[in-house]
């Protein structure tokens, strides 16, 4: 079982709606939690990291949440653009510097 | 756009070939790392370094090789391809944020198909 779970794996919204991605972890003892946005046929690129004291954390349209008590995250995209189609993938840092990755939740936005 | 590079970013070779994929980075990270990922699924790391002359196997157990001469070059190299290496490779370097945690920067990737 993956120590990184992100539902829903894919998700088809209308240009200008929102969408939340949800990400729960296992690993321990926590250090981080990133998301990142990879496009098709690109390298990943960090939206943004939440630590164990924050709760959320915005950047641009993209807000994302944490609770490490229950050991869950979300990304929460507001009105969605065309250009947010993309794979947004939950990493999780641990112990000594160790990370775990999720599959990644597949976004696609029509017009 | 982070400064780091690879290439090939697509690869089509034959069974038996022995393969380098390119990666380097302007950015003087000591940290770099080539991870696989497959289609739909998670990236796996497979080989890491902190510095040159360090070199060091990731989670996931790979048939190729890597080595660290120098800061900025880290290439990746399979002595013979097989079509089981058919995957997308990804390289990336890391430094430490002002919080303490490590961003890591992806360079575009190489798609390696071996047939």
């Known amino acids: 079982k993956n120590q990184v779970e992100q539902s829903p794996q894919s998700l088809i919204i209308l240009e200008g709606k929102n969408c939340t991605l949800q990400?729960?972890?296992?690993?321990?003892?926590?250090?981080?939690l990133r998301w990142y946005k990879q496009d098709t046929g690109r390298g990943p690129v960090s939206l943004t990291i939440m630590t164990f004291s924050e709760n959320t954390k915005s950047n641009g349209r993209y807000t994302a949440t944490l609770d490490a008590d229950t050991k869950q995250s979300s990304l929460h995209i507001t009105a969605s653009q065309l250009s947010d189609s993309a794979s947004y993938i939950c990493v999780v840092s641990y112990g000594n510097n160790r990370l775990a990755f999720g599959k990644g939740n597949q976004v696609v936005v029509i017009p | 756009e982070a400064d780091i590079y690879q290439t090939p970013r697509y690869l089509v070779i034959g069974t038996g070939k022995k393969i380098t994929l390119e990666c380097s980075q302007t950015m003087g990270h000591d940290k770099m790392y080539w991870y696989q990922q497959d289609p739909g699924m998670e990236l796996h790391l497979i080989h890491y370094s902190y510095g040159v002359n360090s070199t060091e196997k990731g989670d996931l157990s790979s048939e190729s090789t890597v080595s660290r001469i120098r800061t900025e070059h880290f290439p990746l190299t399979l002595e013979s391809a097989r079509p089981s290496h058919t995957s997308q490779y990804l390289c990336a370097s890391s430094e430490l944020d002002v919080d303490g945690s490590y961003e890591q920067y992806f360079g575009p990737g190489t798609r390696l198909t071996v047939t």
């Open positions: 990400c729960n972890y296992t690993v321990s003892p926590f250090s981080n």
